[in-house]
């Protein structure tokens, strides 16, 4: 309707409903406020350019564990509560990777290569599970990630790693919770082509490696598989009617998103310098679902752009509301005031979740 | 007291439109004590919307009332809720049963009505807490199951019942209410034998003595002609016969029931195609559609024909495409061109040059969130990889963005679709630019032969005649065989060449569409289960 009117004639005052409308209120409100915070950091002598780095450098660690929801939100499988899951996929993959005596960049390739077969066969798995139960996916993707975790945490301590750099020290057996990866593929991304100019750092390498992958989504989303993928999510019984198996569909956008989950993680952890076993897993699904969330997407409707968009303002808020805050009050209470807003802004998100017409 | 010359109940000019359309216009009706009506007409005539009306129930109110009167013994009354009508002595037996399967018929039967005694909880807390009368409730209940005439369990549990014994315990609720003086039964022997049928209509009897009037709503002329005192028979909201059941006949019922001026609607130019090869040969085949049940239907369909498939709703005429498209559980062989197409398998119909528009538009035939250029092309690219192009030797197959575009305008313009543009979302169309759109999407697959369900459902007279014209063309023009599924009878007779007429789940009969419509009004209810 409104493409018909003559542009011309428009108000300021409709103009600016019409970019509110498309924006969306809420992402403009956050938005608006990360913005005030960043006016705020050099007055409470948080530097400026220093709070910028560390927001782009938040956004370059979880940028493709928010990427890994957009297939299962193009079937029509929901949020994925189960990203633990790919998690999981891509700790095998590192642990394995230093196991076996790979060292330097190799080491983040070989993480890769054995993450990947892990993550597609826990993906089949659990998309066989959610083609099951068809309707209730994302509360049982909650516990399928949930349950993983647990899982592993027994199995963390019983495999048989020997690698010095990652067994715990007195009993030489077990993995640690924390494992530093110098030596290892420590900022391996981050560290190529990056940019530094004062305070100012930004990650090119990291940048360029999310990119690379929302390339290849976006891409992969203008396929005809892609397309039947969208069509799936978008209404099953049409697809079905039009001779796609929507099975198959869904197992393929499910193992999808765990293999983005298992390099998301790899990615996450050369930017963060440690790879964190146990129960670190466990929390990680909600902010990503948040930041997509936020970033406007529905629950079956995502595009690169609401990944981009949600995980800037997401991150930008949850790392500069602790450093301002402190700042302000003169007292260490970082911890809780980040605990306060990445849970403030999962719930925030949560209730925007939106349902597709039926 | 009422005065014994007053009617029960009366309907003066009911008047009611959805939107501008209106489906009920001057309605009269009156109904005395102990007198049983049978109301019929075809889906759609307004039979259940004037029962609303009647119930006070919301869907009326909420589309903005009715125009009229209803008077109960004489004075005017307006149900706002279904309480009130309640209240007021009027019972309401639906189609669908409304009782809790894990209660004994007796519980059911008076829920929320219950007989109850004080308890010292209920004394403090109020009367929620009171304790059941069990012992009179079962007194309640056995007079409410010998009121009707018919034995049934009063412990057993409903979830273990047969069918038919759900039937008789709604009917013994409705009954168990002191105050009742008419009670709506509608299509209430649809799902019974026919031996409890017999039953009903003694129990339906039984009322009528004790002074309650029934309102008898049925596809089962003869039922009506055996139990009620006088016929009304309904068709396009208005009430075309109402004559003493005496003096009228099965025959003239279904006559009155589906003819229009209808000599004139049938079209001059139907084809006689007997003597063309047969394209498609259903034998045997089943459907396990839920409500569109397809028990044995065997069928030859001539190529380049428009076959018609009428007969009531719940007959299962929508079940023989849904079933032989793959969209629900079907048995039985149906052979095209020459092979065989098997069953359950939505895509390899598709690959067979079969094409399907579904009568459920917002559920099957479209992508409601997407834009008309994913609903145009979507089927075609993925059954014929149109709409695509290929790099690395077809192992990237990508959306030829502009092919879309470029079909999905020239259907817009072909089909006089109304929108924005090809890039408008489809649940942004009315109802019968989304229907053009289904079609749209069916042409792009190019078929040999098309099924189409239901294509006129829910929209105006004007898109109606662009659909039908529009199929009307491909056939003529591309020698597509055309199979059309419709509940109106008129519709099928001004486009079809044959009609066949499902009845109880199989083919009744098929007869040329120039034969006069009271002999396909015969078919539709000589078989209904």
Redo the contacts between chains.
């Keep these: 309707?409104n493409?018909?009117l003559d542009k011309t004639n428009l108000t300021l005052g409709d103009r600016l409903r019409g970019f509110v409308d498309a924006f969306g209120l809420p992402r403009l409100i956050i938005a608006a406020f990360l913005l005030m915070l960043y006016i705020a950091a050099p007055f409470v002598g948080a530097g400026f350019w220093m709070q910028i780095s560390n927001t782009i450098n938040r956004f370059s660690w979880n940028a493709i564990m928010v990427l890994a929801m957009v297939p299962m939100i193009h079937s029509g499988c929901g949020l994925n509560f189960g990203l633990p899951l790919g998690i999981i996929s891509g700790l095998l993959g590192a642990t394995l990777s230093i196991e076996l005596g790979f060292t330097g960049p190799m080491s983040f390739l070989m993480a890769i290569l054995i993450a990947t077969p892990f993550s597609v066969v826990l993906g089949m798995g659990y998309g066989w599970l959610l083609n099951k139960i068809k309707g209730g996916e994302m509360m049982i993707a909650t516990y399928v990630g949930f349950s993983s975790v647990s899982f592993m945490c027994m199995m963390w301590l019983l495999l048989p790693y020997h690698s010095p750099t990652m067994v715990w020290g007195y009993a030489g057996k077990g993995l640690r919770t924390t494992i530093s990866l110098e030596g290892f593929y420590d900022k391996v991304l981050a560290g190529f082509l990056q940019i530094n100019i004062g305070t100012l750092s930004i990650p090119t390498g990291t940048l360029l490696f999310f990119a690379l992958l929302a390339f290849g989504m976006w891409a992969f989303l203008?396929?005809?598989?892609g397309?039947?993928m969208?069509?799936v999510g978008?209404?099953p019984?049409?697809a079905?009617?039009?001779?796609?198996?929507v099975d198959k569909m869904r197992m393929l956008s499910v193992v999808l998103s765990t293999w983005l989950a298992a390099i998301g993680i790899l990615v996450y952890e050369q930017g963060f310098g440690f790879i964190q076993l146990y129960m670190a897993p466990f929390y990680m699904a909600l902010p990503a679902v948040s930041a997509i969330l936020i970033g406007g997407a529905s629950v079956?409707?995502a595009s690169i752009a609401n990944v981009i968009i949600g995980t800037f303002l997401f991150q930008g808020i949850v790392t500069m509301t602790p450093t301002v805050m402190n700042n302000m009050i003169h007292m260490d209470m970082s911890e809780v005031i980040r605990v306060v807003a990445s849970q403030g802004m999962i719930l925030y998100a949560l209730t925007r979740k939106t349902e597709?017409?039926? | 007291m009422a005065d014994r010359n007053t009617p029960l109940l009366e309907m003066r000019n009911i008047k009611k439109d959805f939107f501008g359309n209106q489906v009920l216009s001057d309605i009269n009706l009156t109904l005395s004590e102990g007198e049983v009506l049978g109301l019929c007409g075809e889906n759609g005539a307004g039979k259940s919307t004037l029962m609303k009306i009647l119930f006070g129930m919301d869907v009326i109110r909420e589309t903005g009332g009715y125009e009229g009167d209803v008077l109960l013994n004489g004075e005017k009354v307006q149900f706002s809720t279904p309480f009130d009508a309640l209240a007021a002595g009027i019972g309401m037996v639906h189609q669908e049963f409304s009782l809790i399967p894990g209660f004994t018929a007796t519980e059911n039967i008076l829920l929320n009505r219950e007989p109850k005694k004080r308890n010292i909880i209920s004394e403090i807390f109020g009367d929620r807490l009171d304790t059941l009368d069990y012992n009179e409730m079962t007194g309640r209940a056995e007079r409410a199951i010998g009121k009707m005439g018919f034995s049934i369990d009063k412990d057993m549990v409903i979830s273990e019942m047969p069918v038919g014994h759900k039937q008789f315990t709604e009917i013994a609720r409705e009954l168990s209410k002191d105050s009742l003086k008419l009670l709506i039964l509608d299509e209430p022997t649809a799902v019974l034998t026919e031996k409890e049928a017999e039953a009903l209509l003694d129990s339906i009897r039984a009322m009528s003595k004790q002074g309650i009037a029934v309102i008898f709503i049925t596809h089962r002329l003869h039922e009506i002609l055996s139990v009620c005192d006088k016929v009304v028979v309904m068709r396009d909201g208005f009430v075309v016969s109402d004559v003493p059941a005496a003096e009228t006949t099965v025959n003239e019922i279904s006559k009155k029931m589906v003819g229009r001026s209808v000599e004139t609607a049938a079209k001059a130019d139907i084809r006689d195609m007997s003597g063309a090869r047969t394209v498609m040969s259903i034998r045997r085949l089943w459907v396990d559609m839920p409500g569109e049940t397809v028990r044995d239907v065997s069928l030859d369909i001539k190529e380049g024909e428009i076959l018609g498939i009428g007969g009531l709703a719940g007959q299962g005429k929508l079940g023989i495409p849904n079933g032989i498209m793959g969209l629900y559980e079907a048995g039985g062989t149906v052979e095209f061109d020459g092979k065989q197409i098997p069953l359950n398998s939505p895509r390899r119909c598709l690959d067979a040059s079969l094409a399907f528009v579904s009568e459920d538009r917002r559920g099957v035939g479209l992508l409601l969130d997407e834009t008309l250029e994913w609903n145009v092309a979507f089927p075609a690219m993925q059954v014929q990889d149109k709409f695509l192009k290929s790099y690395l030797g077809g192992l990237i197959k990508w959306r030829d963005e502009k092919a879309i575009r470029d079909v999905t305008e020239r259907y817009i313009d072909e089909l006089q679709i109304k929108c924005t543009g090809s890039k408008q979302k489809a649940k942004e169309l009315s109802g019968g630019n989304q229907q053009k759109v289904c079609l749209a999407k069916a042409f792009a697959l190019e078929p040999k032969f098309l099924f189409v369900s239901e294509p006129t459902r829910g929209i105006d007279v004007g898109a109606k005649a662009l659909v039908l014209e529009a199929l009307r063309r491909f056939n003529r023009d591309s020698g597509v065989t055309v199979v059309m599924i419709s509940s109106e009878l008129e519709e099928l007779r001004s486009i079809c060449d044959r009609i066949a007429i499902v009845s109880g789940g199989r083919i009744a009969g098929i007869l040329p569409a120039s034969d006069p419509s009271e002999d396909f009004g015969m078919l539709m209810v000589s078989m209904v289960k």
């Design positions: 309707m493409e018909t203008h396929t005809k598989t397309t039947a969208t069509a978008s209404n019984t049409f079905k009617a039009a001779g796609v198996n079956n409707k597709a017409t039926k």
